[in-house]
C-alpha cells in the first residue's frame, strides 16, 4: 500500500472514531436522560422493574466504553500504534457481535417482553396514586401525549382501587380527550365525570406505542444499521492500516 493510500486509510479512520466518539457520548447522555427524566416511558418501566433499571446504567457504560473506545481508535490511526488497532478490531468486532445477539434475543422474546410491561403498568394503574411518584408521572406523560387510556384500554383502569371505592364517578384525568372540552383538566390524578361514559381516549397505550414504532421504524432500522456499517468500516480500515503499519516496520529492518 502507497503512503498516499496510508495517508487517507489513517484520516478515514480517524474521523470514524470521531464518529463513533460521538455515538457514544450520545448513548451516554440517553442513559443520563433516562436516570434524570420522570416524564417518560422508560422512566416507568425501570422504577417498577430491577431488571429495567439496570438499562440506564448499562447504556451510561456502553457509551462511556464507546467514547474510550473511539479516542483509542483516533490516538491508534494517528500515531499508527499497532497494538492500539488491534485491540480497537477486537472490540469492534466482540460490540457487533453483542449487538446481534442483543437483537436476536429481543426478536425471541419479544412476547415476554411485551407480558412484563403489561404486568409492570397493570400495577402502577390499579395502585394509583400510591408511592410511586416517579412511574405515576411517567405514565400521566405517556397517555396525554400518546393520547390514549390505560396499556391495553380504559377497562385496565376499572381494576383502580380509587376509583371502584369511590361514590361518584372518576376517570384518570391524564386520559381526557381533549376533544370534550372541559375548563380546568389537571394533568394528573383524578376527575370527576358527570356519567359512566367518560370523557376519555379509548385506545390503549400499547397500541399507539405499538403505532409509534411501526411508523418510525425506518428511522429506527436505518440508525441501527448506520451503526453497524461504521462499525465494519472501522475494522476493515484498522486492519488495513494495522497490516500497511507492519509492512512498513518490516521493510525498515536491515538485511544482513
Not at 17 to 24: D, M, P, S, V, Y
Not at 50 to 61: A, D, F, Q, R, T
Not at 142 to 155: A, E, S, Y
Request: charged share 15%.
Amino acid at each position: 500500500m502507497g503512503k498516499g493510500c496510508i495517508a487517507a486509510t489513517k484520516y478515514f479512520l480517524f474521523f470514524f472514531n470521531l464518529i463513533f466518539f460521538i455515538f457514544g457520548a450520545t448513548i451516554m447522555g440517553f442513559g443520563l436522560w433516562i436516570l434524570l427524566d420522570n416524564q417518560n416511558l422508560i422512566a416507568l418501566l425501570e422504577d417498577s422493574s430491577m431488571v429495567l433499571k439496570v438499562v440506564s446504567y448499562i447504556l451510561i457504560g456502553v457509551g462511556s466504553f464507546s467514547m474510550l473506545l473511539g479516542f483509542l481508535g483516533c490516538l491508534g490511526a494517528i500515531y499508527e500504534i499497532r497494538c492500539l488497532l488491534g485491540l480497537y478490531f477486537t472490540c469492534l468486532l466482540l460490540i457487533l457481535l453483542a449487538q446481534v445477539a442483543v437483537a436476536i434475543l429481543i426478536y425471541f422474546q419479544r412476547d415476554l417482553l411485551r407480558k412484563e410491561a403489561n404486568k409492570i403498568v397493570s400495577q402502577v394503574v390499579v395502585n394509583y396514586p400510591g408511592q410511586n411518584k416517579t412511574a405515576e408521572q411517567a405514565w400521566d406523560y405517556l397517555q396525554r401525549t400518546m393520547q390514549c387510556c390505560g396499556w391495553n384500554g380504559r377497562q385496565d383502569w376499572f381494576g383502580n382501587q380509587r376509583i371502584r371505592n369511590s361514590s361518584v364517578e372518576l376517570y384518570p384525568c391524564s386520559c381526557h380527550n381533549s376533544s370534550h372540552p372541559v375548563p380546568n383538566v389537571a394533568d394528573s390524578g383524578f376527575c370527576q365525570a358527570s356519567s359512566n361514559d367518560w370523557p376519555i381516549y379509548e385506545t390503549g397505550c400499547m397500541e399507539n406505542v405499538g403505532s409509534w414504532l411501526f411508523t418510525n421504524y425506518g428511522i429506527i432500522l436505518g440508525i441501527c444499521l448506520g451503526v453497524a456499517v461504521i462499525e465494519v468500516l472501522g475494522m476493515i480500515l484498522s486492519m488495513g492500516l494495522c497490516k500497511s503499519v507492519h509492512q512498513e516496520d518490516y521493510t525498515k529492518v536491515p538485511k544482513y
